[in-house]
C-alpha cells in the first residue's frame, strides 16, 4: 500500500506565496517522477509541472517564472513553492507519483486527495 498525502494549500491574496508538499509512504522500492497537476472549476486537470528522477524540470508557461517544483528523494517527499500567485491559479492542486513497490513491478501512478489553492484579487 502507498499513501500520498498533500499539505499546504489555503487562502491567499494576489501576489502571495505559498508552499505546497506531497509525502509518499508505504511500500515504494523506488520513485520516478513526480508531478504537480491542478484543476480549475468546470476546466480539465492539467500539468503544473514535473521534476524527474535525475532532477530535471519542465513548467506549464503559464506558472514558469513564478512556481518552483522540487523533491527530497530521502523523505519521498514532492513540493511546490508558488510565488506571484494570481486569481486564476485558483485550483484544487493534486500531486502524481510515479514509483515502483517492488524491483518486479512496473511503474504506477499514485495520486494525492487533493488541496484547495484559492487567491483572491
Known amino acids: ?7 499546504g494549500g489555503g487562502l491567499v491574496q494576489a501576489g502571495g506565496s505559498l508552499r505546497l508538499s506531497c509525502a509518499a509512504s508505504g511500500s515504494i522500492f523506488s520513485i520516478n517522477d513526480m508531478s504537480w497537476y491542478r484543476q ?5 486537470r492539467e500539468l503544473v509541472g ?8 519542465n513548467y506549464a508557461d503559464s ?18 513553492q508558488m510565488n506571484s500567485l494570481k ?8 500531486c502524481k507519483i510515479s514509483l515502483r513497490t517492488t524491483p518486479a513491478l512496473r511503474v504506477s ?4 486527495q487533493g488541496t484547495q489553492v484559492t487567491v483572491s484579487s
Open 109 to 112: 501512478d499514485y495520486w494525492g
Open 1 to 7: 500500500q502507498v499513501q500520498l498525502v498533500e499539505s
Open 63 to 80: 506558472v514558469k517564472g513564478r512556481f518552483t517544483i522540487s523533491r527530497d528523494n530521502g523523505k519521498s517527499t514532492l513540493y511546490l
Open 87 to 94: 486569481p486564476e491559479d485558483t485550483a484544487v492542486y493534486y
Open 50 to 57: 514535473i521534476v524527474t528522477s535525475a532532477g530535471f524540470t
Open 40 to 44: 480549475a472549476p468546470g476546466k480539465q
